[in-house]
C-alpha cells in the first residue's frame, strides 16, 4: 500500500495499480459472487474496460444456459466486441476473477486487449474443484498422445478451401 | 483406400476411417468453404455428431458477428450443446475442417466429446494467415513473461468468493 498517491501495489509487489484497477476487479469479484447466488455457474466473474468505463462484463454460466464456452472472460468480450461492433479489443483492459483457463486465454489472445489482470490464480481454482491443470497439458502434448483422440484425415481436401481463402481478393481479415 | 469394405484409412495410414465419418468431414469442409463465400469470416467449419446425426454445426462467423469467439468449434459445440440440453457433449464426435487453435481445443476439453477428427493442420492454417503458434507459445510462457501483460492483484478478495462456493451446499458442479 501506498496511500499517498492513492495507488496500490500488486500482490507480488512489482506494480503499482491505481484505485480504479481497484474498483473494476472488484467488480470483477462481485459479479462472480452475484452469478453463483443467482446460480448462474461457476464462481468466476470479469470486466472489460475501455477508457475507463466497463464496456463488457460477466460471470460464468455453464451450467446455466447449458453453454460450455460461457466462461465469465467470454461473456465479458463477447459483450465488449459487441459494444465496440468491432472484433478486437484494441485498447482495451480485462479484469477477471480468476487467471483465464486455456480457451479463455485462447480467447483473449484473439480479441488482443492492452493488458489483463487477474486475482485469483489457477492453484487456487484447482482447489476449489476447476482444475485447468489436465487441459494446460494436454495442450503441450502431441496431438497423437491426446487423450481426446484426436484423428487427421481428408487434409487434401480441406487444403482446397485454404487455396481459395488464400485466393479470395475481397475477405476481412483477423 | 480398402474399397472391398467401403472403409478408408487416415492421411497418416494408422486408423480406419467409415463412410460416414468421411460424409461428416466432407460437411465440415463444405461448410468452411459456404462461409468464406458467405464472407461470415476465416475458412474453417466444423460438426457435432451424435449417434449417427449432426447436432450442431457451423463457420466461422469472427469478422461477420463481431465476435472473436466465434470460431467453427464453437459455434458448433455451442449450437449442439443447445440441442443436447447439455453442457457435455457425452458421446459425440466433432469434425472439424482444421486443427483447433487453443482456444478450440479449450471448448472441446470442456466440452468433453468422445472424439475428434481434423482435415488440416496447424501449420496449413499458418501458411494462410491464421497463425496458431504464437498463442500455444504464450499459454507455455509463465504468466509474468507474456506478451499481454498479465497483473495479479487482490486475490484475497477473490478467494473470498470461492470459499463460498465451496461451501455452498446446492450447487451445478462442471
Redesign the interface.
Known sequence: MQPCNGQ?T???GQ?V?TEQ??KF??RA?EL??KG?DA?Q???FGAVVVKDGEIIGEGCNR??ST????AHAE?VA??EA??N??????DGCVIYT???P?????????????????????RE??A???FDDH???D???RP?EQRH???????????????E???H?LV????
Open positions: 496500490l500488486t500482490d507480488d506494480k495499480m484497477d481497484k476487479m472488484r469479484i462472480a459472487q453463483i446460480d455457474g461457476g464462481p455453464v451450467t447449458n453453454d460450455p464456452t467470454i468480450i463477447r466486441c459487441k465496440l461492433n468491432d472484433f478486437q479489443l476473477s480468476c487467471e483457463c486455456p480457451m479463455c486465454l485462447g480467447a483473449i489472445y484473439w480479441a488482443r486487449p492492452a493488458r489483463m489482470y487477474f486475482a485469483c490464480n487456487d481454482a482447489r476449489i474443484g489436465f487441459i494446460y494436454e495442450i503441450e496431438i481426446i483422440e484426436s484423428i487427421n484425415f481428408l487434409r487434401e481436401e480441406g487444403l482446397a478451401v485454404f481459395n481463402w488464400a479470395k475477405k476481412t481479415e483477423y
